[in-house]
């Protein structure tokens, strides 16, 4: 009997920490060495909040991590229902975001991509939200939109913030 409620008991702590640990897990993850990423916040910067809203159903390929580039080059990995924080140097930028997805009909996997122009200008907050595009029988595909700072807020409402997003949540803006 004492072995049991020790086995159970260990089963259940064993649950615990493994369910906790879940909440700590970030997918997104930004690339510092990138040329436009501003590293010293004393020099003329923008800040881009980069984010990914969670989907209505599970959306397959299309769920994994989002590639954010700027410029031709990758700059983030953005996981669902996360959003980060980037400080770019100020200028023009093309902005691409490239996924992975099922096109109905074949079985292989098809990598989609959009693109937008944004320009960034020093000391400024921009929020640039990666906007799924649902093609049904052609698959899923993201394209960059930017918001406002009031419907940033709507939409990080239930987002997880990652990387520098964590010292500087949306939320407190």
């Known amino acids: 009997m004492k072995q049991t409620k020790l086995i159970s008991l260990f089963v259940l702590l064993l649950s615990v920490t493994l369910l906790s640990g879940c ?40 769920d994994n991590a989002l590639d954010v580039e700027l410029d031709g080059e990758d700059l983030v990995k953005l996981g669902k229902a996360e959003y980060v924080l980037v400080y770019l140097k100020p200028r023009d930028v093309t902005i691409t975001l490239r996924n992975h997805t099922q096109v109905r009909g074949r079985w292989e996997v098809t990598e989609m991509s959009q693109s937008r122009q944004f320009s960034f200008k020093a000391d400024e907050t921009y929020f640039i939200q990666a906007s799924m595009l649902d093609g049904e029988f052609r698959g899923a595909r993201f394209i960059p939109e930017a918001l406002s700072l009031f419907d940033a807020r709507k939409a990080a409402r239930y987002l997880v913030p990652a990387g520098l997003a964590r010292q500087h949540p949306i939320s407190k803006l």
């Open 23 to 62: 909440g700590l897990l970030r997918v997104s993850k930004v690339d510092n060495t990138h040329g436009l990423v501003q590293t010293e916040q004393s020099r003329p910067h923008a800040k881009v909040y980069f984010i990914r809203p969670k989907t209505e159903h599970v959306a397959g390929y299309a």
